[in-house]
């Protein structure tokens, strides 16, 4: 019995590193399940889209007379259960002596300029909250089976084990996020152009207007980019606590119980804009969303007033956050002795 | 030279609403190049925590450790592709396979797939390799701790009771696995509570206890430094033998149908007086100390598990 020849030393680069960190995240189990349900979500929401909206904003004459048939029905049976008195106090006009055009709904189009920055949002959210779970349950995982330990056994230099497990955890959740934006687009593009409009003057807000594309594409990279932080957050919190439910724990006490106690109660105080769901939707947003804040009135006395927290504001917040969490981690990881 | 050298570590632990405990009491440690040294001390010596230090993952307090001529842990980058360790239990994640846990090692150092096949091959693991870990049983994780320590081919091997939870048989492939290494002139640290595998394997041994080292040497000087100078004899007449014994003078008593005759150096003196009343041994021979009984007077702790 023999221990096999090996053809050249182990080495230590980055990239193999890298590379292996970037297996061990996309073959776990947690995060082909969340990959799952991120794109199937995109696409039944998609296909649900698809089908409730319509092409055609002037509906033709036979739908139109069988809407006015069935409120005619409606209306014949109100009207026989209305004791006494006149029935259109209660049961309205008759529909049979309405014009069509009273039966005709309100535009069904798929607007583009409305619907996709809107998906790009919604996807954004969804992809940073699954950025935020798979980040907590690989700092978690690894602790709880000490799988860290085993790897340090091999790249004992801490801090760059930790870049380069970061760096491997965030690549892999931001190309499942461009994948999951570049779908939701793709799909809702597909809607726009045969069952909607690309009419600019649906825009969600005007500056989309001029720039339609550009701005879409800055949407989407500001989406990565919150992934991106979202990932950090979970990961730096659980190198903190060492344990995954703990992280988690962490995030549900926050974003259910702290944010909500600070917002209901403690908003006239201008704590809205240093909430981190409210920075990560301005920061989303195409342009400045408007919050309750406060300014100074006189001297020792504020009083609220509206702040309109811009991507960069809001980016800046969120950069905080994630440095005052993601230094202590670090340090943390790299001085504390590893069971 | 020697691969492993430390002195005087120190390591202190804090415990909340207890005092701080001394797990390394200015341990020593030397193991030369190839071989097997084995790493011996009662549950809470300071064993796992040395070897801990040595590999990086504990800050000592105190001390100077060295592997392979470069000083650790501040120069361990440079010496971590020679060594290889298993430290108690091994710790691989759980969901994935035996063999994706070691190709993501592999992969990271740019080890080739098939060493993966081959460490894999060399626990007898191959035809398990694709269940998932958490699966497996004690003995067959131990098994792919000892592969994924080995996928290195390193020189120097820490292994931290690397039989635990083998069978018989397992244990058995791994003595000799690790003598086969040892004596291929790979430097092995071997720390075990099994003293008669440490006893068969080890060239060289260290015992610790509290924190700081007892004895350290080759097992047979070990041994015989433990030894009482005692001398057993079989004869077929042991109440006159041990007459003639106790009238020359000696220290002797009648021990299960023989006699132990105690400090005496040299066999011949008792065969001659004995000789002279006319009684002839049919046997003599000096009575051995094993490790287990040199490693409970050491360490002083013989009712404590191992």
Known sequence: ?339 | MPVIEATGVRKTYRRRGKPPKAALDGLDLVVEEGGVHGFLGPNGSGKTTMLRCLLGLARPDDGFMQMLGRPVPDELPAVIGNTGALLESPAFFPPFTGRLNLQLLAQASEIPAAQVEAVLDLVQLSDAADERVKGYSLGMRQRLGIAAALLKQPSVLILDEPSNGLDPAGMREVRLLLRALGDSGVTILLSSHLLGEVQQICDTVTIVNHGRVVVAGAVSDVLQSRSSGAIAVGVSDSRNALAALTEAGYNAQLTDGHITVEGVADGAVIVKTLAAHQIYPSWIMPVQVDLEQAFLELTDDGGRPL
């Open chain 1, 1 to 339: 019995m023999s221990i096999p020849t090996l053809d050249r030393r182990p080495t230590h680069n980055a990239l193999p590193l890298l590379r292996s960190e970037i297996s061990r995240i996309t073959h776990r189990r947690l995060f082909r399940v969340l990959a799952l349900i991120l794109l199937g979500g995109i696409v039944v929401v998609s296909v649900f889209a698809f089908f409730m909206h319509s092409k055609a904003i002037v509906e033709d004459t036979d739908l139109l007379l069988k809407r006015q048939d069935k409120a005619a029905q409606i209306w014949q049976i109100c009207v026989t259960q209305v004791p006494e008195g006149a029935p259109e106090n209660i049961c309205g006009d008759d529909p049979s002596e309405q014009s069509l055009g009273t039966f005709a709904r309100i535009d069904d189009r798929y607007k583009a300029y409305e619907a996709l920055p809107v998906a790009v949002i919604g996807v954004g959210i969804a992809a940073a909250g699954v950025a935020f779970i798979m980040g907590a349950s690989s700092g978690g995982a690894e602790w709880s089976s000490r799988s860290m330990t085993l790897q340090l056994l091999f790249e004992p230099r801490r801090l760059r084990l930790l870049v380069l497990k970061w760096l491997g955890l965030v690549i892999s959740l931001v190309v499942l996020a461009a994948v999951a934006v570049t779908v939701a687009l793709g799909l809702g593009a597909i809607t726009a152009s045969v069952r909607g409009t690309w009419e600019p003057d649906f825009a969600l807000v005007d500056q989309l207007q001029d720039s339609f594309a550009t701005e879409l594409a800055l949407m989407g990279a500001r989406a990565l980019v919150l992934v991106a932080i979202a990932a950090t957050l979970g990961y730096a919190i659980a190198m903190l606590v060492r344990n995954t439910g703990a992280s988690l724990g962490v995030a549900f006490v926050y974003f259910v119980v702290v944010e909500n106690v600070v917002r209901f109660a403690l908003s006239r105080y201008g704590t809205e804009p240093f909430m981190l769901s409210t920075n990560a939707a301005a920061y989303l947003f195409p342009g400045p969303i408007p919050v309750r804040g406060e300014r100074e009135a006189g001297e020792f006395s504020f009083e609220s007033e509206i702040v309109w927290l811009s991507n960069l504001r809001a980016f800046n917040t969120l950069l905080v956050y994630t440095v005052l969490l993601a230094v202590p981690a670090a340090w943390s990881f790299t001085r504390r002795d590893v069971g």
